[in-house]
């Protein structure tokens, strides 16, 4: 496991300065080692599950406490530190406990997790074994989206081959219990990658958010305690292990630990994925790995998070990459899906493109949801076709104002963001719209009809 630097490149003169280079690594992001990391013998042949055995050496309230120091935050989205959500699992109960991954990935912008279930899923299923050794958890469910058909199997196999070696089942890893992992198949609803929501659908239910409180930690699937996990949070808990929480820390910042994977998507030169230390700013991430935007093109916008993440300006990049510094900001680190989004772009048709999915994807459960989205993803086909009117940018703004903070889970939230944050900082660009009847950005815009 090594860190290398990456050089800035050449940087056109819209950037106006060099990046700061950004130190990558590859503790989780281990693609570049050229091994085969979905068979168990190259895994266990570069240290693999001997995390899990020294966990068992360490004891269930050393593991805790060690992950709570380490101040691993969420990796979902939610930023809430891992070893916290732990300590709230009761310790003296009569009923089962379980752990559910929740390995949906549904947000767009968003490709971290696939890049685990896809090439190295023994990593997951070892902070899966930890965390069920040290919470006395007798079966974790990972809950992996539907479409994902080759992430499925691949998880699948690497499962079966942890059974055969008894690292799991009867007396796993000699412990005397028996642990169980088993994947669980979604039906492409990003809705339930809220963890409520997954938890429905894992019971065979329709996928609908729960009323919180009983939180899943004490009334969680089928009615007992349970830990709900992102797939990058549980593959950070062996490195925890094997290298320490003051190590983990080192990495990032305080209160906000360890190194991350933040995926570049949008108009840059270098997309993908990079591992990174907790801390690094937007600026340097775009400019740095991401060698800058297309055609050396000036910056327009920047989603930090994945696409219910407030939209950033071009002004506002050097804000760093943490859970706080992001929400003093007025905006999220959510997954750390960076978007991307340069100069000759029209931001209208970028969240008309974000409200249809919200909308689409809306439970129905909450009104102001169920309605709310409709009303905005039509309100921006209205602008976006030359039918719109100056009065519609309050409209969308008071609807979303509607939504927002108004429903069980974040949906609403997640709908309503990006509508608030695009109009209040791009309001110019929406009001081209009415002026113009209709995009600017189109070379002949659309005929003008009726309201929808």
């Not at 279930?117 to 992996?144: F, K, Q, V, W």
């Not at 412990?175 to 809705?191: E, P, S």
């Not at 030169?269 to 937007?282: A, D, F, I």
């Amino acid at each position: 496991m090594t860190a290398t630097t990456q050089q800035p490149p050449a940087v056109p003169p819209q950037a106006q300065r060099q990046p700061k280079p950004v130190k990558q690594y590859d503790y989780l992001l281990r693609s570049s080692h050229g091994k085969d990391y979905r068979q168990l013998a190259v895994y266990q042949a570069a240290g693999g599950y001997a995390s899990a055995k020294k966990a068992l050496t360490m004891g269930p309230d050393a593991v805790i406490a060690e992950v709570k120091k380490a101040s691993v935050r969420g990796r979902g989205g939610a930023g809430f530190p891992a070893g916290v959500k732990w300590g709230f699992v009761p310790k003296d109960t009569s009923k089962p406990k379980y752990l559910v991954v929740n390995a949906d990935e549904g947000e767009p912008g968003t490709f971290k997790d696939n890049y685990f279930l896809s090439e190295d899923p023994h990593r997951l299923i070892e902070g899966c074994i930890i965390c069920m050794t040290a919470l006395n958890i007798g079966a974790t469910y990972i809950y992996i989206r539907g479409e994902f058909f080759k992430q499925i199997r691949t998880t699948e196999d690497a499962i079966a081959e942890c059974y055969k070696a008894g690292l799991l089942g009867d007396n796993a890893m000699g412990t005397g219990k028996r642990l169980d992992v088993y994947v669980h198949t979604g039906a492409g609803a990003y809705i339930c990658g809220e963890e409520t929501a997954l938890l429905e659908s894992l019971e065979g239910k329709p996928g609908q958010p729960r009323l919180k409180p009983p939180f899943p930690a004490v009334v969680g699937a089928f009615g007992c305690p349970t830990v709900i996990n992102n797939v990058e949070t549980l593959a950070a808990v062996p490195l925890i292990i094997e290298n320490g929480a003051d190590w983990f820390l080192s990495l990032g910042v305080e209160r906000d630990g360890g190194s991350r994977i933040v995926g570049i998507s949008g108009h840059v030169k270098k997309p993908g994925l990079y591992e990174v230390g907790v801390g690094v700013t937007l600026f340097d991430m775009i400019y740095g790995p991401g060698g800058g935007v297309l055609e050396d093109r000036k910056i327009k916008a920047v989603i930090p998070g994945g696409s219910s993440c407030p939209v950033l300006t071009a002004d506002e990049l050097d804000i760093p990459m943490t859970v706080d510094g992001m929400v003093k900001a007025g905006t999220m680190l959510g997954t750390c899906g960076i978007i991307v989004i340069a100069e000759g772009t029209c931001l209208v048709k970028c969240l008309q493109r974000i409200s249809h999915f919200y909308a689409h994807e809306s439970c129905g459960q909450c009104t102001p949801c169920r309605e709310g989205t409709g009303w905005l993803a039509r309100i921006l086909d209205d602008l976006e076709a030359g039918r719109g009117r100056s009065a519609d940018l309050d409209v969308l703004l008071d609807v979303a104002d509607q939504i927002g903070g108004n429903t069980i889970c974040a949906l609403g939230d997640a709908a309503a963001l990006p509508v608030q944050s695009f109009v209040r900082k791009f309001r110019a660009e929406f009001e081209a719209h009415v002026t113009h009847q209709g995009c600017p950005h189109d070379r002949t815009p659309l005929p003008r009809g009726s309201r929808v």
